[in-house]
């Protein structure tokens, strides 16, 4: 499945702070402190491969091999931190809240291709989901809606309940980008 530029870029802006973070503590030994702290917690969580590849950063290495057995969303985190280390320019702005038109279509594209079985999008799917009900919030609610949206439930009244201004106008994105791609 083709990696989408709007998802990758989605990805970049939910994890600038990390990906801003370990470029720092490359540049400089006294960040690296916060910095472990804050890959313990994230290793507890699940991002294990993620942060085995940041240690590899942090000592050093830049190989793009680094990349290897990589899931997309790990990948793209890790791609945008050696970006970032070969040119600041490359990298996400601190404190951009992610962008949900940015987010509607990736995540229609992902929705379709689990409903037609693609496992590496039921997978992804899950994963979203699983991170958006740790987020709390309309997130969570989010999270809730992306399995009965990749089952072809589109009941937005029953889909949004719950959520305030901001989630419903992510699903209303999402739903509007999912009907532009089934026309297609």
Do not use: F
Request: with cysteine.
């Amino acid at each position: 499945m083709p990696v989408l530029p709007e998802r990758r870029e989605q990805i970049r802006s939910a994890h600038a702070a990390l990906i801003l973070q370990v470029v720092a503590a490359c540049q400089n030994v006294h960040l690296r402190a916060p910095l472990e702290g804050n890959l313990r917690v994230a290793a507890a969580n699940g991002w294990g491969d993620l942060v085995a590849v940041i240690r590899h950063i942090l000592a050093g290495q830049r190989a793009p091999d680094l990349l290897q057995g990589l899931d997309e969303e790990d990948g793209t985190i890790v791609e945008s931190i050696l970006m970032g280390l070969q040119n600041p320019e490359t990298l996400p702005k601190a404190g951009d809240p992610a962008n949900p038109t940015l987010a509607a279509p990736g995540l229609a594209g992902v929705i379709l291709a689990a409903r037609r079985g693609e496992p590496e999008a039921l997978a992804w799917l899950g994963r979203m989901a699983s991170q958006m009900q740790r987020a709390g919030g309309d997130m969570a609610r989010m999270g809730a809606a992306l399995g009965p949206l990749s089952r072809g439930q589109y009941d937005r009244l029953k889909l949004e309940r719950g959520m305030g201004p901001l989630g419903r106008s992510l699903l209303q994105s999402v739903l509007d980008a999912l009907a532009k791609a089934e026309r297609q």
